[in-house]
């Protein structure tokens, strides 16, 4: 039987939003994605909440919406690059559902999303450094999801399709 929640986490760019609106499609489930949620109860961007409010005001918000976004079922949730750091929302995150880490390599997230102002964390001058930095301090993190996806060179399809069958796969699957 399939997961209540299938929840992804992994670094900026690595296509959270994407596969998950395409995987909630395949099984019937919502898609939440909580930036967005966030987005909407605070009426702004997030990069607006970053800078008007501070990280650690985002933190707490994200915090907040996860939590409420856990007591869904049938969800695929999308999670923002960040979440997983707090150890309680990592705790929760693998007690609720199936938690999914989708990976990718800097060179690729820089192509992806380099460009972009939308994340307030990536807006340094060296941006592949800073990429690197990030992924350094949050590898432990991401490796302690249920499952891991490399998504460097694989399209949302694909990945789609190796999530329903890690999904057919047991108890976190
Ligand atoms: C963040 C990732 C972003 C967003 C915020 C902080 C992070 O989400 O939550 O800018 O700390 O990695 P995406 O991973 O969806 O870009």
Do not use: C, W
């Amino acid at each position: 039987m399939a997961a209540t929640r299938v929840i992804l986490t992994g670094f900026m760019g690595t296509g959270k939003t994407a596969v998950g609106k395409k995987l909630a499609g395949k099984l019937h489930y919502r898609f939440l994605d909580t930036d967005l949620l966030l987005e909407k109860e605070k009426g702004k961007p997030v990069s607006k909440i970053f800078e008007e409010e501070g990280e650690p005001a985002f933190r707490k918000y994200e915090k907040a919406v996860l939590q409420k976004a856990l007591t869904e079922e049938k969800v695929v949730i999308a999670t923002g690059g960040g979440t997983i750091v707090d150890p309680e929302n990592l705790k929760l995150m693998k007690e609720k559902g199936v938690l999914i880490t989708l990976a990718a390599d800097p060179e690729v997230i820089l192509q992806r999303i380099g460009h972009s102002s939308k994340r307030p964390l990536l807006q340094a001058d060296d941006k592949m450094a800073r990429i690197q930095e990030l992924l350094e301090q949050r590898q432990g993190f991401y490796q302690q999801a249920h499952h891991a996806i490399d998504t460097s060179q694989k399209s949302v399809e694909e990945i789609v399709e190796e999530i329903a069958k890690i999904l057919k796969g047991g108890p976190h699957g």
